[in-house]
């Protein structure tokens, strides 16, 4: 059954899971497009893994539509092997095995592999191929992880907190694994809970949080539904530090000290405003001017901490 739109890689529609009595997903409501990278975000326990492991096939859900590459998980996982790759949380591998050996074997398991020397390289172990697993570090054994999940060449990966636990060297270079991955035009759900991260690789995020997908859209877009401010600020001129100028109140501008502050969600027209009062009243070009747009660690900890609601 692949009823689908054809350019939703994954669509979850009110999907709920229960432990038990325990109701860990109460209706999420997300999809994933073809070729993008989606980040699902959200505190310890929100149920992130339950949901990639729902779509994965490995678990069954208690309720909700769930559809990836047009086809159910819960009656299509032997035809979803072959086109999905997986980096577990935590997975085991034969020590004694080298890197190029057991990314061999991962291939033979599939029709149409990718080459091992493209694997290699897609991961930067092409280095490494002949050491042994039990003498990688824990950075080069996650991208050993991703080779082996991009084998059988996938339309489509699930990461599941890749990175959690390096140091920022190896993240850097898994980084650069998974943007490998997304210009060879795959579908990324990625799961992580390192804003940094999210901002650098998601085309969009999704926020779980008490069973159901609080906020998505892309970076910009959940910054302004959590109403977070740009800031504009600039030096104070002696002007408006001394009182003999006051700027349009709708800038709310406050000063303090050398620094004034103006916050505002629509950057460009006040910085037009603020521009056309420093003109208007002879303060010249406003030293030291910097726009700050939030982070999404300011949406996050503003969404997730409960700011707005
Ligand atoms: N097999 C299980 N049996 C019972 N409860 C579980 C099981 N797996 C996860 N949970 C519970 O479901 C909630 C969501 O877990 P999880 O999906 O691992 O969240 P996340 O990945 O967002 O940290 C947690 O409270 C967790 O304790
Ligand atoms: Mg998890």
Redesign the pocket.
């Known amino acids: 059954m692949t009823d689908s739109t054809p350019d939703l890689a994954i669509e979850v529609r009110g999907l709920q899971m229960s ?2 009595p ?1 109701h ?1 997903l109460r209706g999420v409501d997300f999809e994933v497009r073809t070729g993008e990278v989606l980040c699902l975000l ?10 990639v ?1 729902i779509l994965e096939g490995f678990r069954q859900r208690t309720g909700g539509r769930v559809r990836v590459l047009g086809l159910d998980p819960a009656d299509a996982k032997a035809r979803l092997r072959e086109r999905i790759g997986i980096v577990l949380q935590e997975c085991g591998f034969p020590r004694l095995a080298r890197v190029g050996e057991l990314i061999d074997i991962w291939r033979s398991y599939y029709r149409a592999p990718r080459p091992l020397e493209e694997l290699l390289d897609l991961v930067e172990l092409t280095a490494d191929r002949d050491r042994q697993v039990r003498r990688l570090s824990g950075g080069q054994r996650r991208r050993l992880d991703f080779a082996l999940a991009l084998a059988g060449d996938p339309d489509l990966v699930f990461l ?1 907190e890749p990175t959690t636990g390096f140091d920022p060297e190896s993240r850097r270079r898994c980084w650069a694994a998974i943007e490998n991955l997304r210009s060879l035009g795959k579908t990324i759900l990625l ?1 992580t809970h390192y804003l940094d991260e999210a901002e650098r690789l998601a085309d969009r995020v999704a926020i ?1 949080q008490d069973g159901c997908v609080q906020t998505a859209g892309s970076v910009r877009q959940v910054a302004r539904q959590a109403g977070v401010m740009t800031t504009i600020s600039f030096a104070t001129p002696q002007a408006l530090r001394a009182g003999a100028v006051t700027p349009p109140g709708c800038l709310d501008v406050r000063v303090s000290g050398e620094i004034a502050v103006c916050r505002t969600p629509n950057a460009a027209l006040a910085l037009r405003e603020l521009l056309a009062w420093a003109a208007d009243n002879d303060l010249g070009d406003l030293d030291d001017l910097a726009v700050e747009t939030p982070t999404l660690e300011d949406a996050y900890l503003r969404l997730v901490s409960g700011g707005t609601r």
Do not use: C, F, I, S
Not at 45 to 51: D, E, I, L, R, W
């Open positions: 432990y038990g325990r860990v959200g505190p310890n326990g929100a149920g992130k893994t339950t949901t492991e599941d799961t779980l």
